[in-house]
């Protein structure tokens, strides 16, 4: 309802003219100045309304796509061995399966340019084994004759002894008849001083006493003779054992030597069997040829050089996003994120995430324990599984901007936290560090 108009006011009661006053003058606005008056009210009104809105804290970070797990990040593909390149079987985009050959390279080390050197190796593989075998044999054939000797040595030393044994029992007999040819001469010595028998009784006596004793000793002599040699049996064949231990244990060695060769020698073939699988490059996933890091035929690599790019082919994309260390504290994983790619048309509002546009969800998966470079910290980041799936035409490598979602709090306390660099809000249960995933333990 409009207001009533004033009654006109009888200016001759006044003394004088108001219209010749710039401050009377002032007072009379115009119907324009009442219209400009209503628009700054109502903005006013608006902006106040605003202030009482509600605002979602964030915190920033740019980062680019890559991918959650290591082998699905773009790597390079070097030569394991110093060479040559003969061919390429590949162009640049190409897709390619695992294991499909990429790089053909020729050998340049003079140790291994002989091209038969794998077979020359088995063969000395095959000889070195064939004189170990013969060595092993002569080891069986020299324990044999040490088994042999040790036989022999007990029947010989047994023999011996019985012989020693033998002339032991004609000691004893011979002792005897001394004794008995003793006594009989002694009787006869007697008879003979009484005249009771004659001269040549008793000299035939005393030659027979002589006789029965010189057996004695000869009988002695022989006992002596054959001890000694049961002792010069038992040297012999000792003599005879120590020398076939000693050679058995010195083919033993050889033994020992021969199979550290032969070691070697097939190492050595095994070796160089791999290293002629190493003059073809294939590849280890699948993936796309990104860019060739050598070009040409003809060139010469190094032992560990890149030769290629392969960008995996289906990865698991993730996102990487770089945060400041007063933020990171703010953080933990589990926590939702928004994310802005370059390239991708979007109407962003951080604060109201409900409203913005070309703008995808995240979560955040893995937060760094250690700082990074430029003293930040790097936040991964996997699609949300409850907002709309990320671009298929993003690519690894892309920028992105991200900003984690904190508290809801009034306008009016962002602005006025903004203006004082107070850090953002969080609620006491999120004031974690957040370095471990949900339902993890610390180790």
């Known amino acids: 309802m409009r207001p009533r108009p004033l009654p006109p006011v009888d200016r001759s009661d006044l003394g004088f003219d108001p219209d010749s006053l710039y401050s009377a003058r002032l007072l009379n606005a115009s119907a324009s100045h009442r219209g400009f008056v209503r628009w700054v009210l109502g903005i006013l009104a608006v902006m106040t309304v605003v202030l009482f809105l509600p605002w979602q804290q964030n915190v920033r970070g740019d980062g680019e796509v890559t991918a959650l797990r290591p082998q699905d990040r773009p790597q390079t593909v070097p030569t394991l061995i110093a060479g040559r390149i003969e061919a390429w079987n590949v162009a640049e985009g190409q897709f390619v399966t695992k294991g499909t050959r990429l790089v053909e390279i020729s050998e340049?080390?003079?140790?291994?340019?002989?091209?038969?050197?794998?077979?020359?190796?088995?063969?000395?593989?095959?000889?070195?084994?064939?004189?170990?075998?013969?060595?092993?044999?002569?080891?069986?054939?020299?324990?044999?004759?040490?088994?042999?000797?040790?036989?022999?040595?007990?029947?010989?030393?047994?023999?011996?002894?019985?012989?020693?044994?033998?002339?032991?029992?004609?000691?004893?007999?011979?002792?005897?008849?001394?004794?008995?040819?003793?006594?009989?001469?002694?009787?006869?010595?007697?008879?003979?001083?009484?005249?009771?028998?004659?001269?040549?009784e008793y000299e035939a006596n005393q030659l027979k006493v002589q006789q029965v004793n010189a057996k004695l000793v000869e009988v002695r002599q022989e006992a002596d003779?054959?001890?000694?040699?049961?002792?010069?049996?038992?040297?012999?064949?000792?003599?005879?054992?120590?020398?076939?231990?000693?050679?058995?244990?010195?083919?033993?060695?050889?033994?020992?030597?021969?199979?550290?060769?032969?070691?070697?020698?097939?190492?050595?073939?095994?070796?160089?069997?791999?290293?002629?699988?190493?003059?073809?490059?294939?590849?280890?996933?699948?993936?796309?040829?990104?860019?060739?890091?050598?070009?040409?035929?003809?060139e010469t690599v190094k032992e560990g050089d890149a030769l290629l790019t392969i960008a995996p082919a289906r990865p698991d994309q993730a996102v990487v996003l770089y945060v400041k260390a007063m933020d990171v504290p703010l953080l933990k994983t589990g926590r939702k994120v928004r994310l802005l790619f370059d390239g991708w048309p979007a109407l962003q509002f951080s604060g109201w995430p409900s409203v913005s546009v070309g703008t995808f969800g995240g979560i955040i998966k893995v937060i760094d324990a250690v700082e990074?470079?430029?003293?930040?910290?790097?936040?991964?980041v996997t699609p949300d599984p409850a907002d709309q799936p990320w671009p298929a035409q993003v690519r690894m490598g892309s920028g992105v901007h991200g900003w984690a979602m904190l508290d809801t709090v009034p306008v009016w306390f962002e602005i006025w936290r903004q203006l004082n660099g107070f850090p953002p809000s969080i609620r006491a249960e999120d004031a974690a560090p957040g370095l471990y995933p949900p339902g993890g333990t610390k180790k």
């Open 108 to 200: 340049v080390d003079e140790k291994f340019l002989d091209p038969a050197l794998v077979q020359r190796l088995a063969e000395q593989v095959e000889g070195k084994s064939a004189s170990l075998s013969g060595k092993s044999a002569k080891v069986r054939a020299l324990d044999s004759l040490i088994a042999a000797l040790e036989r022999n040595r007990v029947l010989s030393v047994e023999q011996a002894r019985n012989t020693v044994r033998r002339y032991e029992a004609a000691i004893g007999a011979a002792t005897a008849d001394s004794a008995v040819e003793q006594a009989r001469f002694e009787r006869r010595a007697r008879l003979f001083a009484d005249g009771l028998s004659t001269r040549t």
């Open 372 to 380: 990074g470079t430029q003293g930040k910290f790097r936040v991964l």
């Open 225 to 298: 003779n054959a001890r000694l040699e049961v002792r010069s049996v038992e040297a012999e064949y000792g003599e005879k054992i120590a020398k076939a231990r000693s050679e058995r244990d010195a083919t033993r060695s050889e033994i020992g030597e021969a199979q550290s060769e032969v070691a070697k020698l097939r190492s050595q073939h095994a070796s160089m069997r791999i290293r002629n699988e190493m003059y073809h490059i294939d590849a280890p996933q699948d993936g796309y040829v990104v860019q060739a890091l050598r070009t040409g035929v003809g």
